[in-house]
């Protein structure tokens, strides 16, 4: 196969987690014959820097252009002036509008290697594989928002809105996902105070009776869902949700395995280049000091292999060695445990030995 990857590093460990990322897919296009370009391209804090803008036009043509695009993290203290003309995280909002990236992908299962480094017993999650499916690009993200004077000073409004075909298209995505994994699907909403809410269950209700009546439907509301995840996280298997709750939630599902650094994500559309990048942020403190887990990276490269180029043989190749890597009791200092760490591209060097063995 020949694919264009377009690499955004973006700020903080973004360029050293990238940088193993694509020792990985350059071992994989050799091991498979496979030819990968894979240009690199600025994009958040770095951007503003040197263009004023966190998503250059030219960043974007070529993201466009590509069949994937593969990211670091974006943002810092540095750029986190909440009067500045524009901020990092624009840039990620932007990308996914113009490349109509409505589905964010998340998967919570934590490593059995790993089960004592989470925060919550081993019993309450072992056994724990959800699939999150968060709707990208509605929501009160992207709806009407603003600042006008008031008796009191100012009053501040951002208003959430839905519409059918976006409720629909999320909720088919996962409901094909649930099919194809334990047929279980859960949809989380606000459905007892929010009028948007209720038709996001009128809506998910009507395409699971409609087009899949062979799966099994839940419906819980989102502040049970924020209690279930802690209580009985391995109950769920596939979850569907909003923009604001799933980023909520999938950040509090982050917790289980027992760090940020294991956990890739993947932002797809209808069509085109899809986005695949690690849940963590940029971890400004530990930049440039070589110990940041690029594990996270390395998977959500495994993601790119099988939703953009529908090569499941590579991805599974993949995350097998990060599985042997984990076993052989391999650590980054976040989940050494007080054991000794190694470096994040001793971790990549590991992970590349387990690929060519």
């Given at each position: 196969m020949e694919a264009r990857i377009t690499l955004l590093p973006g700020d903080g460990i973004g360029p050293e987690i990238v940088a193993e990322a694509k020792r990985v897919l350059d071992t994989i296009a050799e091991k498979y014959s496979h030819q990968f370009e894979t240009p690199s391209c600025p994009m958040g804090g770095n951007a503003i820097d040197e263009f004023g803008d966190p998503l250059p036009p030219q960043t974007l043509e070529t993201c466009k252009a590509s069949q994937a695009i593969l990211l670091g993290a974006v943002g810092g203290p540095k750029w986190d002036d909440p009067s500045a003309k524009t901020r990092p995280e624009a840039g990620l909002l932007q990308i996914r509008k113009e490349l109509g990236l409505f589905a964010n992908l998340r998967?919570?299962?934590?490593?059995?290697?790993?089960?004592?480094?989470?925060?919550?017993?081993?019993?309450?999650?072992?056994?724990?594989?959800?699939?999150?499916?968060?709707?990208?690009?509605?929501?009160?993200?992207?709806?009407?928002?603003?600042?006008?004077?008031?008796?009191?000073?100012?009053?501040?409004?951002?208003?959430?809105?839905?519409?059918?075909?976006?409720?629909?298209?999320i909720v088919r995505l996962a409901a094909e996902s649930a099919r194809n994994r334990g047929g279980k699907l859960t949809s989380v909403d606000k459905a007892n105070v929010l009028e948007v809410s209720r038709l996001w269950r009128q809506v998910a209700a009507d395409v699971v009776k409609n087009e899949f009546p062979d799966i099994e439907y839940e419906v819980v509301l989102v502040d049970a869902m924020a209690m279930h995840l802690i209580s009985r996280p391995s109950d769920f298997d596939v979850v569907v949700t909003g923009n604001m709750f799933g980023d909520i939630l999938t950040d509090e599902g982050s917790m289980l395995p027992g760090s940020l650094g294991l956990l890739p994500s993947a932002s797809l559309g209808e069509s085109g280049p899809g986005l695949y990048e690690p849940i963590h942020g940029s971890a400004p403190d530990i930049a440039g000091q070589?110990?940041?887990?690029?594990?996270?990276?390395?998977?959500?490269?495994?993601?790119?292999?099988?939703?953009?180029?529908?090569?499941?043989?590579?991805?599974?190749?993949?995350?097998?060695?990060?599985?042997?890597?984990?076993?052989?009791?391999?650590?980054?200092?976040?989940?050494?445990?007080?054991?000794?760490?190694?470096?994040?591209?001793?971790?990549?060097?590991?992970?590349?030995?387990?690929?060519?063995?």
């Open positions: 998967p919570i299962k934590p490593y059995s290697e790993l089960l004592d480094a989470s925060p919550l017993k081993r019993e309450i999650i072992e056994g724990t594989d959800i699939l999150f499916f968060r709707e990208l690009t509605g929501g009160i993200y992207f709806g009407e928002s603003g600042r006008m004077e008031h008796p009191d000073g100012e009053k501040a409004f951002s208003v959430m809105t839905y519409t059918t075909s976006e409720i629909a298209r070589g110990i940041a887990n690029p594990l996270a990276t390395i998977l959500a490269t495994a993601m790119l292999l099988r939703h953009s180029l529908q090569l499941e043989t590579e991805a599974k190749a993949v995350e097998s060695a990060v599985d042997r890597v984990l076993a052989a009791g391999h650590r980054t200092a976040d989940i050494a445990a007080g054991g000794n760490p190694i470096s994040t591209s001793e971790m990549g060097s590991f992970v590349l030995q387990e690929l060519l063995a």
